[in-house]
C-alpha cells in the first residue's frame, strides 16, 4: 500500500485542519488506518486509528473531543479532522496502514507508511 498524506499547514491556537490519506496499491478496505504524530525532539505517537469498516474508532487521551478520524473506502481515503488546536499539537502527522485483525494503538503493528504532513500550531 502506497499512502500520500496531505492537508498540514500552520494555524494559530483553536484553528482547525482536516488532514487526508490517499492510499493505492491494495485493497483499501482490508486495513484499518491510523494516525500518528512525532513532535520535534519526540518519539512518534499515536493519534487515532479506524477499523476496516469505520466502525469503533480509538483515541489517544490528547485527541479525545477535539480530533475525529474518518475514511471513505470508496475513495481510498482516511481523514483527521482536527479542531481546537494547540500549540503542543506541533508535530508530522503519519497515517499509516495495517493489516492486523484489530485496531492496533502501537506503531509497530502497522505495515505501511505515508510520507508525512506538518501541522504547525502558533499560540
Known amino acids: 500500500v502506497q499512502l500520500q498524506a496531505s492537508g498540514g499547514g500552520s494555524v494559530q491556537a483553536g484553528g482547525s485542519l482536516r488532514l487526508s490519506c490517499v492510499a493505492s496499491?491494495?485493497?483499501?478496505?482490508?486495513?484499518?488506518m491510523g494516525w500518528f504524530r512525532r513532535a520535534p525532539g519526540k518519539n512518534r505517537e499515536f493519534v487515532a486509528v479506524?477499523?476496516?469498516?469505520?466502525?469503533?474508532?480509538r483515541y489517544a487521551d490528547s485527541a479525545k473531543g477535539r480530533f475525529t478520524i474518518s475514511r471513505d473506502n470508496a475513495r481510498n481515503t482516511v481523514y483527521l479532522q482536527m479542531n481546537n488546536l494547540k500549540p503542543d499539537d506541533t508535530a508530522v502527522y503519519y497515517c499509516?496502514?495495517?493489516?492486523?485483525?484489530?485496531?492496533?494503538?502501537?506503531?509497530?503493528?502497522?505495515?505501511?507508511w505515508g510520507q508525512g504532513t506538518l501541522v504547525t500550531v502558533s499560540s
Open positions: 479506524i477499523p476496516r469498516s469505520g466502525g469503533s474508532t
Open positions: 496499491g491494495r485493497t483499501f478496505s482490508n486495513y484499518n
Open positions: 499509516a496502514a495495517d493489516g492486523g485483525w484489530f485496531t492496533a494503538m502501537t506503531e509497530y503493528d502497522y505495515d505501511y
